[in-house]
């Protein structure tokens, strides 16, 4: 990988952590997710207007992959605030939500024809091994099959699990669409479309008093969110235009790190010890990504 891409993806990650860190305080989840988001769609509305000026309106198979990349989202972002909702940790659903790398090396090869090395491979698992021992209480043969047990017992962690299949989903879709269509226009394309299908269910599900008072409470956090939330997810689409999808996505994980150590020195959550270790796993695989060609 080039330094340009390493850069942009650490950034990114680092920048996605902290926009989780946020939303694990609000109160209720779904209402602050959709306002932040609302909130990017406009900062980001005038560069927007700009590139269209300058491009041209994008071709209908770029709008129609932005429309699928949206609707995607939007059911990510629903099982996002659930897992959040129902008590998960941060330090632990957080990597469960970014263990894709190994579901997306395989779409990568059998559907995009991504040529990826051996030591790309090798860190792609070795990232999806931390993120996996993340999830453990305890260091044990016993405690192994937990992680599984849990996505079928305990709601954080199936949710969790629902979202990592939504970014799996996505990145896949946003490889594809900033092919046809320049990164800042595709990603306010999928936003809005996102949009479009997220505020008729808060309308119908949260009540005004509800809405109001998570802008009242949180605005400073939703505005900070809002610009998190474009410049961490355009620093990637930037680094898709030029770098494997399982790399990108691979490297990505290193936000696993990030979540750690805010869910373990900041949200004082459980199970500090094991989640480092897993975590320096994590940083290892995505050191061994970066040095794959």
Do not use: C
């Amino acid at each position: 990988m080039t330094p340009l891409a390493i850069a942009l993806i650490i950034s990114s990650a680092a920048i996605h952590a902290m926009r989780e860190l946020l939303t694990k305080k609000a109160a209720d989840k779904q209402v602050f997710i959709w306002w932040y988001k609302s909130f990017s769609l406009l900062f980001f509305l005038p560069p927007f207007i700009y590139f269209i000026h300058k491009g041209g309106i994008p071709t209908s198979t770029g709008i129609l992959i932005g429309a699928i990349s949206g609707f995607i989202h939007f059911i990510y972002w629903l099982f996002l605030s659930k897992s959040y909702e129902y008590g998960g940790d941060l330090s632990r659903v957080y990597p469960i939500m970014r263990s894709s790398p190994a579901l997306v090396l395989l779409i990568s090869i059998l559907f995009l024809k991504e040529d990826v090395s051996v030591l790309g491979v090798i860190g792609i698992l070795t990232v999806t091994v931390g993120v996996y021992l993340v999830n453990l209480k305890k260091i044990s043969l016993n405690e192994l099959i937990t992680p599984i047990k849990a996505v079928f017992t305990e709601k954080p962690t199936r949710f969790a699990f629902l979202t990592l299949l939504g970014v799996v989903a996505y990145s896949t879709a946003d490889k594809i669409g900033v092919s046809h269509v320049h990164p800042l226009i595709f990603l306010w394309i999928f936003t809005l479309f996102s949009l479009l299908f997220f505020t008729p269910y808060i309308l119908k599900t949260k009540k005004i008093a509800t809405i109001t008072s998570e802008w009242k409470n949180n605005k400073r956090s939703i505005m900070i969110n809002g610009l998190f939330s474009v410049v961490s997810y355009y620093l990637i689409l930037v680094a898709l235009t030029f770098t494997n999808l399982s790399y990108v996505d691979g490297l990505r994980q290193i936000s696993v790190v990030f979540a750690v150590l805010f869910g373990g020195y900041i949200l004082k959550e459980k199970h500090k010890f094991i989640r480092l270790i897993s975590a320096v796993i994590i940083f290892i695989g995505a050191l061994l990504i970066s040095m794959a060609s």
